[in-house]
């Protein structure tokens, strides 16, 4: 079923991505993003120390706007510099690895792994839903929960992982629903040159 669910995922043309991480002290971490899960997408992260990125890619080009707290946990030198309104416009290394450059590249990961085992069923946003518990030998003390659709195709709401450390939901939706991904319309600097 999983096989069928991932299948399902890697077919949208659109979809919403939204993910949030707690660690066991309290801290936390956000992200969400728009993709057609090519190569148009707008993204933010932010956390719990007040950090937020911005990021739109359409094709080959990036905009990107941190804030004052993510340049400074970047490490950049943001001496006498506010909270900026302007986006940064660059061309997008299309051959870096994901996430290397801190840049999402649109796309988003579905695979099996693991050994799954079929858990509660439930509702998510009115969807009936499985849960398809998933353990890896690799990943010692973390389970996967996959809740997927046991009506129409079988996409995947919700993703829950749990580890001694830390745990991570991450939800899917508007699955298939117009990407409406835009360049920023004012406040844009070519950082290209």
């Not at 709401?157 to 298939?176: A, C, E, G, I, L």
């Not at 629903?177 to 319309?185: A, D, H, I, M, R």
Request: proline content about 5%.
């Amino acid at each position: 079923m999983l096989v069928e669910a991932n299948k399902a995922m890697k077919s949208l043309q659109a979809v919403t991505i939204t993910g949030r991480s707690t660690m066991e002290d309290g801290r936390w971490s956000s992200t969400r993003m728009r993709t057609d899960l090519k190569g148009t997408c707008s993204f933010t992260s932010a956390g719990s120390t007040g950090e937020k990125f911005e990021q739109i890619r359409i094709g080959d080009t990036d905009y990107v706007r941190p804030n004052l707290k993510h340049m400074q946990l970047s490490g950049m030198d943001t001496k006498g510099r506010k909270d900026q309104k302007n986006w940064g416009k660059t061309t997008a290394d299309l051959a870096a690895p994901a996430g290397e450059d801190g840049l999402t590249d649109c796309a988003h990961p579905f695979a099996s792994f693991g050994k799954a085992a079929k858990g509660k069923t439930g509702k998510i946003d009115g969807m009936p839903t499985v849960g398809l518990v998933v353990t890896d030998k690799a990943d010692k003390g973390g389970t996967y929960t996959f809740h997927v659709a046991t009506k129409g195709k079988p996409y995947i709401y919700r993703v829950v992982y749990k580890s001694p450390d830390f745990r991570t939901v991450t939800s899917y939706s508007d699955f298939d629903t117009p990407l409406n991904v835009e360049p920023p319309k004012a406040n844009v600097v070519d950082l290209s040159g």
